[in-house]
């Protein structure tokens, strides 16, 4: 069973950092782009980076722009978010999600998901 299985969450205070990583099991992904999205509680799942295979596209929704980074290692075929400058309204469910089409803000074109890492941040 293809799994993308993501890690590096837990609980940190407002102005700290966090890396998370996204790893897959049971396949590579290869020339697919990988994404990170959240959702908090009682709210919709929305994007918060993408990255190309190559790593020379990345994308990152306007809420995090200038605090998280995103990279790829390809020989480990894993991904990493690196959060920092954290705030209150990063708390959320971070999941992993690797599509065979460019990167993309929405949901449906990821093929694969991750289970999730909580991301809890203290004010």
């Known amino acids: 069973q293809v799994q993308l299985v993501a890690s590096g969450g837990g609980l940190v205070q407002a102005g700290g950092s966090l890396r998370l990583s996204c790893a897959p099991s049971?396949?590579?992904?290869?020339?697919?782009?990988m994404a990170w999205f959240r959702q908090a509680p009682g709210k919709d799942r929305e994007f918060v980076a993408g990255i190309s295979w190559t790593g020379g596209t990345t994308y990152f929704a306007d809420s995090v722009k200038g605090r998280f980074t995103i990279s790829i290692d390809n020989a480990k075929n894993t991904v990493y978010l690196e959060m920092n400058s954290l705030k209150s309204e990063d708390t959320a469910v971070y999941s992993c999600?690797?599509?065979?089409?460019?990167?993309?803000?929405?949901?449906?074109?990821?093929?694969?998901w991750g289970q999730g890492t909580q991301v809890t941040v203290s004010s």
């Open positions: 999600a690797a599509s065979n089409e460019p990167i993309a803000t929405m949901t449906s074109p990821y093929d694969y």
């Open positions: 049971g396949r590579t992904f290869r020339n697919y782009s």
